[in-house]
């Protein structure tokens, strides 16, 4: 089993929907999570940390829920530019790892 | 600041040889990271380095070299190609530990013949 799993997608959605992303993680005493945005033939850059509480950023909310082991991401309104692979990243911190895990990425495409 | 650079930005080997990439960051972090991505797969880690000095290996460390002699550069080696290191390679750094966000280099495009 993975340690980070995405559906790989595409998702794709028209301007104005809004769209939600699951992903789960199977190391339950992960300590962060992240979101990260990654374009096409870009680097990755973050998009927002999870938070045990949730948290919102403008369009964006991430949720986690260490009881199943999964976090979201809901983008509401999706714009044009909304466009990217979303990645998903855990740090395992009880496995000794000083590194960060990735998901394979959920592929979003808004249409006009 | 520039960031994060890495050199050369594509790069073609014939199986065999041998080749260096370079990472230099500007923003003093003390943590690197070297990353392979290939489709479906994912980043994953290849060695990191958690301040001048030292270095450890990742997830997926066969076939490849690291060396930190100076805070702001970490070099990633390649001895002998070989085709399944087709990839992009992406370099980054994070202030302190992997809790803090990580700042990713425009990736190397690397195919081996």
């Known amino acids: 089993r993975k340690e980070v799993e995405q559906d790989p997608g595409p998702f794709n959605v028209p301007e104005g929907a809004t769209v939600a992303f699951n992903c789960t993680y199977s190391?339950?005493?992960?300590?962060?999570f992240f979101w990260y945005r990654q374009d096409c033939r870009k680097e990755p850059k973050l998009l927002m940390s999870?938070?045990?509480s949730g948290n919102e950023d403008g369009r964006f909310t991430a949720q986690l829920n260490r009881a199943s082991q999964y976090i979201s991401l809901l983008i509401r309104d999706s714009k044009l530019s909304d466009s990217a692979t979303y990645l998903c990243?855990?740090?395992?911190?009880?496995?000794?790892?000083?590194?960060?895990?990735f998901g394979s990425g959920t592929r979003l495409q808004v249409q006009p | 600041n520039a960031g994060v650079t890495q050199t050369p930005k594509f790069r073609v080997l014939k199986t065999g040889q041998s080749m260096t990439l370079l990472c230099a960051q500007d923003?003093?972090?003390?943590?690197m990271y070297w990353y392979r991505q290939d489709p479906g797969m994912g980043l994953r880690l290849i060695h990191y380095?958690?301040?001048?000095?030292?270095?450890a290996k990742g997830e997926v460390p066969d076939g490849y070299n690291v060396s930190r002699l100076k805070k702001q550069n970490f070099l990633l080696g390649l001895e002998s190609a070989a085709p399944s290191q087709t990839s992009v390679y992406f370099c980054?750094?994070?202030?302190?530990?992997?809790?803090?966000?990580?700042?990713f280099g425009p990736g190397t495009r690397l195919t081996v013949l």
């Open positions: 380095s958690v301040g001048e000095g030292t270095t």
């Open positions: 990243v855990v740090n395992p911190l009880n496995t000794g790892r000083r590194a960060l895990t």
């Open positions: 980054a750094s994070s202030l302190w530990d992997a809790g803090n966000e990580q700042f």
């Open positions: 923003m003093n972090h003390e943590y």
């Open positions: 999870v938070y045990s």
């Open positions: 190391n339950s005493a992960s300590q962060s």
